[in-house]
């Protein structure tokens, strides 16, 4: 499908309240339905169908985006202050990537992290795009920032495979070393890991210490989740396009379930745990990471999770799904 067609949709609020009691976050901002990256494991593929479109590549190629989010956020922001119940953090991209290209014309995020800025309000952004670095004057002035920089493989055909627009993961370890030289807290979120691709020992001990070269010492890991029919047909079709020799084993680790069994994850996990901890560096899924599969679906909707799955201790009690971040459906 293309060209890409970009659709404005008016919003009474921007600002979303986050009901799960595991959340590590009340209020989410999510700018843009719809991802131009067009991950073909990304949970949100789903939520498309709730603005009645299809959840194949349109995911990719219809983006909605917010008119006017900074004016509606301000007008929020202010109603909410008038209460004395301004918040004290806002999580950016919780479901779609909010530096996703049409951001660099839209400058809606931007926008958005401005008038955060006027109110004092703390700001922790996902993203797969370096993109972010445009807003690094911004990141310096709000409180408690952090920047979480998703990435999964540094595997140049596995990355183009299963992330048919996204920065390439050089890009985005320049990106984290950038914000880290700069002073900004970076997580990264090794999500979704994929098993028999990008799960191999060397594979994640690569990942590791890229990372660390690139001064992150946070990081969060989990394997895939495909929660819904939707993402699990797209993925399937990518995957067989590609690895068709793999189809027959991902049926079976996945056909049941929307995630691999706690067998497979646990050791990978505990080896991904001692490799972080040779390299310095600390996990943050109890920090991040919904403490309960609960916290992470929403009736039979798709679990939200995406990049915020954690290493060990958190990813096995959230097993993690796959967007840039771990969220659920209700954060529009
Ligand atoms: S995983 Fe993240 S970057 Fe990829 S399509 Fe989904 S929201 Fe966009």
Known sequence: MNPTQYLPMRAKTILNAVSAPNMPFDW??????????????????????????????????????????PSILRAQLQRMRARGKLPNHVAIGTATDPYQQLEAKARLTRGCLETLAEFGVGVSIT???????????????????????????????????????TPSPRRRLECA???????????????????HLTDGEADTEALVDALADAG???MMSSFMRLSTPEVKGWFFSVLRASYPELAEVYGKLYWHSAHLPASYRKPVYARIAAQM????????????????????TLGSAPAVSPDLSAGTPASEAAPAASSCQPVQLALF
């Not at 843009?32 to 949100?44: K, W």
């Not at 593929?45 to 603005?51: E, F, I, P, V």
């Not at 709000?142 to 183009?160: E, F, Y």
Request: proline share 6%.
């Open 277 to 296: 901890k040779r390299r310095g560096m600390s996990e943050i899924g109890a920090m991040l990471v919904p403490r309960g599969d609960a916290a992470l």
């Open 28 to 69: 989410s901002i999510n700018p843009y339905r719809g991802c131009q990256h067009g991950c073909s494991f990304c949970y949100a593929r789903s939520t498309h169908a709730y603005l009645g479109e299809a959840a194949d590549d349109t995911f990719q190629h219809r983006i909605f985006y917010k008119d006017d989010a």
């Open 177 to 195: 070393r950038t914000l880290t030289d700069a002073g900004i807290r970076v997580h990264a979120f090794a999500v979704p890991i994929l098993p």
């Open 127 to 165: 993203t797969r795009s370096p993109l972010v670095l445009r807003d690094l004057d911004l990141l310096r002035s709000l409180p408690g920032v952090s920047v979480n920089i998703s990435i999964h493989t540094l595997d140049k055909g596995i990355w183009r495979t299963f992330e048919p627009s």
């Open 216 to 218: 992150v010492r946070h």
